[in-house]
């Protein structure tokens, strides 16, 4: 429906303005602040107009604080995710659609259900999992009784651990398992024709020369967006690097950034530079929407070319 | 005529088939047990309507689904459990399936490229082919700046480089439109003469089947309703079915009862001699209908129902003993406009088929 009434244009632009005070309101007052000198923040609150000392605050950024280094892990973490997330989506859907597997659908469901339970929802048993990795296997064998037999054999039962705390594998791994691209790149097969996978068996290619030949080449788009969208909430992830990682040189950046508020009461945490801080950190994101922002439309409209 | 078409003509193989069936279980049967034999070099078109197993067939020939029993030989090798690549077929697809993302040269070099065939050879047959379906031109292009008969040539291209012993077409004209499909047709029949490749064509358009085949094979529900030369289908239709597959408009069935003297229809107007008793289907092309005639002194009256003026001739649609009948006549007769119609049917003419079986009956009114 288009309405053309002039009092509905202006209510609308009301309201779309309103919105953008509440977007641009905090990101403005963030760069006023970053701009300002810790001084000027003891004398007179957040910053209401910029000032000049970014560049000393940023400098200090990296002098003083971790930030630089957990920016390095923010980088590994979110690349990591983002490859990870790609490969394992593309072959799982590549699986679901083009093979006919007797319980496909179950697991396409299984794969979708993942949406619905991201991190957050699982902190705990993710945590339990992540110290140690093999507690599902030790419970198993308790549950089968099978430890019963084993220390009746061998004297002892079995009891594995392996804990991934604390180290970059333990970072990305929970976060891979999400179902988001196993549908976008299964929503783009789909739109290709039906006949292309018979073609290529015809022309003597088999299941593999006709993922590496046709299916990659064909979801380059889908990958750039797939990409962009998972190295995004990668680095954005606050939540699970905050449990995960207990050393200040295995955080990442945006757990650092909450770190730089002091832990005792009564301080006046040192706005500018976190402001400061937040600016950089925010920078590689920005980029990244950037340059690769023509794929992510593309991508996520699912058409070729 | 140049390598490519000679290289072709000798890897045509003839295809055979025995005993061959497709279930996907016991209760969905697409194929029972089917024997066939296509001829080396032969042009071969699977008709039958939409779920009748035609494109099942073609399918399992070409190793994309697996038989569930009986044998399938290329030449004299029994392929059925062999893989897609191994069997020496090429196929055409209905939506071309070519590769969007390579060129008109990579998408023809594809199937060389992965057998390995060397650099040079590869462009060169590829150069071959393209300029013998006039696409020498686009080699450079993508399938997607291509039109729809161009893209079809890349997909015939595409199949014939690898000179591939039978050359299979899945409804591959059903996506051009009307004067495009008729362009494609004249141009694979041009095509099939100058290389002379075993072709089986699967279609539910009974024209593209008349025009191209060497021999029609009929399907109906997985069954051989008949195999035959398009001329002897067209005049010695072996079934109901058949009769009314093939033509447009389709041939006439009336309900008929032989009192051993004559065949009367439901009506009971007598509509021809013959010393048969018993209930029959009595079939007639519509231009074989004479109007006002006297060829074998039995006028049966009817009432005209509606005209279609096609220009080159007119088909008149009249009730007959509560049947309506289909009858082409010369454009500019003075019967359209008559409301009563008397018709004749030459005895020479009429089909008649077994009312139970609808299998035809050879041979009713002498001969045929």
């Given at each position: 429906?288009?309405?053309?009434?002039?009092s509905l244009?202006?209510?609308?632009?009301?309201?779309?303005?309103?919105?953008?005070?509440?977007?641009?309101?905090?990101?403005?007052?963030?760069?006023?602040?970053?701009?300002?000198?810790?001084?000027?923040?003891?004398?007179?609150?957040?910053?209401?107009?910029?000032?000049?000392?970014?560049?000393?605050?940023?400098?200090?950024i990296?002098?003083?604080?971790?930030?630089?280094?957990?920016?390095?892990?923010?980088?590994?973490?979110?690349?990591?995710?983002?490859?990870?997330?790609?490969?394992?989506?593309?072959?799982?859907a590549?699986?679901?659609?083009?093979?006919?597997?007797?319980?496909?659908?179950?697991?396409?469901?299984?794969?979708?259900?993942?949406?619905?339970?991201?991190?957050d929802?699982?902190?705990?048993?993710?945590?339990?999992?992540?110290?140690?990795?093999?507690?599902?296997?030790?419970a198993?064998?308790?549950?089968?009784?099978?430890?019963?037999?084993?220390?009746?054999?061998?004297?002892?039962?079995?009891?594995?651990?392996?804990?991934?705390?604390?180290?970059?594998?333990?970072?990305?791994?929970?976060?891979?398992?999400?179902?988001t691209?196993?549908?976008?790149?299964?929503?783009?097969?789909?739109?290709?024709?039906?006949?292309?996978?018979?073609?290529?068996?015809?022309?003597?290619a088999?299941?593999?020369?006709?993922?590496?030949?046709?299916?990659?080449?064909?979801?380059?788009?889908?990958?750039a967006?797939?990409?962009?969208?998972?190295?995004?909430?990668?680095?954005?992830?606050?939540?699970?690097?905050?449990?995960?990682?207990?050393?200040?040189?295995?955080?990442?950046?945006?757990?650092?950034?909450?770190?730089?508020?002091?832990?005792?009461?009564?301080?006046?945490?040192?706005?500018?530079?976190?402001?400061?801080?937040?600016?950089?950190?925010?920078?590689?994101?920005?980029?990244?929407?950037?340059?690769?922002?023509?794929?992510?439309?593309?991508?996520?409209?699912?058409?070729?070319? | 005529?140049?390598?490519?078409?000679?290289?072709?003509?000798?890897?045509?193989?003839?295809?055979?088939?025995?005993?061959?069936?497709?279930?996907?279980?016991?209760?969905?049967?697409?194929?029972?047990?089917?024997?066939?034999?296509?001829?080396?070099?032969?042009?071969?078109?699977?008709?039958?309507?939409?779920?009748?197993?035609?494109?099942?067939?073609?399918?399992?020939?070409?190793?994309?689904?697996?038989?569930?029993?009986?044998?399938?030989?290329?030449?004299?090798?029994?392929?059925?459990?062999?893989?897609?690549?191994?069997?020496?077929?090429?196929?055409?697809?209905?939506?071309?399936?070519?590769?969007?993302?390579?060129?008109?040269?990579?998408?023809?070099?594809?199937?060389?490229?992965v057998?390995?065939?060397?650099?040079?050879?590869?462009?060169?047959?590829v150069?071959?082919?393209?300029?013998?379906?006039?696409?020498?031109?686009?080699?450079?292009?993508?399938?997607?700046?291509?039109?729809?008969?161009?893209?079809?040539?890349?997909?015939?291209?595409?199949?014939?480089?690898?000179?591939?012993?039978?050359?299979?077409?899945?409804?591959?004209?059903?996506?051009?439109?009307?004067?495009?499909?008729?362009?494609?047709?004249?141009?694979?029949?041009?095509?099939?003469?100058?290389?002379?490749?075993?072709?089986?064509?699967?279609?539910?358009?009974?024209?593209?089947?008349?025009?191209?085949?060497?021999?029609?094979?009929?399907?109906?529900?997985?069954?051989?309703?008949?195999?035959?030369?398009?001329?002897?289908i067209?005049?010695?239709?072996?079934?109901?079915?058949?009769?009314?597959?093939?033509?447009?408009?389709?041939?006439?069935?009336?309900?008929?009862?032989?009192?051993?003297?004559?065949?009367?229809?439901?009506?009971?107007?007598?509509?021809?001699?013959?010393?048969?008793?018993?209930?029959?289907?009595?079939?007639?092309?519509?231009?074989?209908?004479?109007?006002?005639g006297?060829?074998?002194?039995?006028?049966?009256?009817?009432?005209?129902?509606?005209?279609?003026?096609?220009?080159?001739?007119?088909?008149?649609?009249?009730?007959?003993?509560?049947?309506?009948?289909?009858?082409?006549?010369?454009?500019?007769?003075?019967?359209?406009?008559?409301?009563?119609?008397?018709?004749?049917?030459?005895?020479?003419?009429?089909?008649?088929?077994?009312?139970?079986?609808?299998?035809?009956?050879?041979?009713?009114?002498?001969?045929?």
């Open positions: 429906m288009i309405e053309n009434a002039r244009n202006i209510a609308a632009s009301v309201i779309l303005l309103a919105g953008m005070l509440y977007i641009l309101g905090p990101l403005y007052l963030t760069l006023a602040t970053a701009s300002q000198s810790y001084e000027f923040l003891l004398r007179n609150g957040l910053a209401w107009y910029p000032g000049d000392q970014f560049f000393n605050n940023a400098a200090r990296f002098t003083e604080t971790r930030i630089p280094i957990q920016m390095l892990n923010s980088l590994a973490v979110a690349f990591s995710l983002a490859i990870a997330t790609c490969i394992l989506s593309f072959l799982s590549y699986a679901i659609v083009y093979f006919r597997i007797r319980w496909a659908g179950v697991a396409f469901a299984l794969i979708l259900a993942t949406i619905m339970l991201p991190v929802i699982r902190v705990i048993t993710t945590y339990q999992v992540a110290s140690n990795v093999f507690s599902p296997v030790n198993l064998l308790y549950v089968t009784g099978l430890n019963g037999l084993i220390a009746k054999a061998f004297g002892a039962p079995v009891q594995l651990e392996l804990s991934v705390l604390n180290t970059h594998f333990g970072l990305i791994a929970p976060l891979v398992a999400h179902g691209g196993t549908f976008l790149f299964r929503q783009f097969f789909l739109t290709l024709p039906k006949d292309l996978f018979k073609a290529a068996r015809m022309d003597g088999g299941p593999v020369r006709f993922m590496f030949d046709i299916l990659l080449p064909l979801s380059r788009t889908s990958f967006a797939l990409f962009v969208l998972t190295f995004l909430s990668g680095w954005t992830q606050y939540l699970w690097p905050l449990v995960a990682s207990s050393t200040p040189d295995m955080q990442t950046a945006v757990v650092g950034l909450a770190r730089l508020l002091p832990d005792s009461d009564g301080e006046v945490p040192d706005f500018p530079m976190i402001m400061a801080g937040a600016v950089i950190v925010s920078l590689v994101p920005l980029l990244m929407i950037a340059l690769l922002q023509r794929y992510l439309v593309q991508g996520l409209v699912l058409s070729e070319k | 005529m140049n390598a490519i078409d000679t290289a072709i003509r000798a890897a045509a193989a003839s295809i055979t088939v025995k005993d061959l069936t497709k279930a996907y279980d016991p209760q969905t049967v697409v194929i029972p047990p089917m024997d066939v034999e296509l001829k080396a070099g032969e042009f071969t078109v699977v008709l039958g309507p939409s779920g009748c197993g035609k494109s099942t067939l073609l399918q399992m020939i070409a190793g994309l689904e697996r038989v569930s029993s009986g044998k399938i030989l290329i030449g004299t090798r029994e392929v059925q459990d062999l893989e897609p690549k191994h069997r020496g077929c090429a196929m055409v697809f209905q939506n071309y399936a070519l590769y969007p993302h390579m060129t008109v040269f990579e998408n023809m070099a594809y199937s060389l490229k057998s390995g065939t060397p650099k040079a050879e590869r462009a060169e047959r150069a071959a082919v393209a300029r013998m379906l006039g696409l020498a031109d686009y080699l450079h292009r993508k399938p997607g700046q291509l039109s729809g008969g161009q893209r079809q040539r890349v997909a015939i291209g595409r199949a014939i480089v690898r000179e591939p012993a039978v050359l299979l077409f899945d409804e591959p004209l059903s996506n051009l439109d009307a004067q495009l499909r008729h362009d494609m047709r004249v141009e694979l029949a041009d095509l099939h003469r100058r290389i002379g490749a075993t072709t089986v064509f699967v279609t539910h358009d009974q024209v593209e089947a008349m025009t191209l085949a060497d021999r029609i094979l009929i399907l109906n529900k997985g069954r051989i309703e008949q195999f035959d030369t398009p001329k002897a067209y005049h010695n239709p072996a079934s109901v079915f058949v009769a009314k597959f093939i033509g447009a408009p389709p041939m006439n069935i009336l309900p008929v009862t032989g009192d051993g003297a004559a065949l009367r229809l439901a009506d009971g107007q007598v509509v021809a001699n013959a010393s048969l008793t018993g209930t029959y289907q009595l079939g007639i092309r519509p231009e074989d209908i004479v109007v006002d006297k060829a074998n002194g039995h006028a049966v009256r009817a009432a005209l129902r509606f005209r279609e003026d096609l220009g080159s001739h007119s088909v008149l649609a009249a009730d007959l003993g509560g049947s309506i009948v289909r009858i082409a006549t010369p454009f500019g007769s003075d019967i359209a406009d008559r409301l009563e119609l008397d018709l004749n049917f030459p005895t020479s003419r009429l089909h008649l088929f077994d009312a139970a079986t609808g299998r035809a009956i050879p041979g009713a009114f002498g001969a045929q």
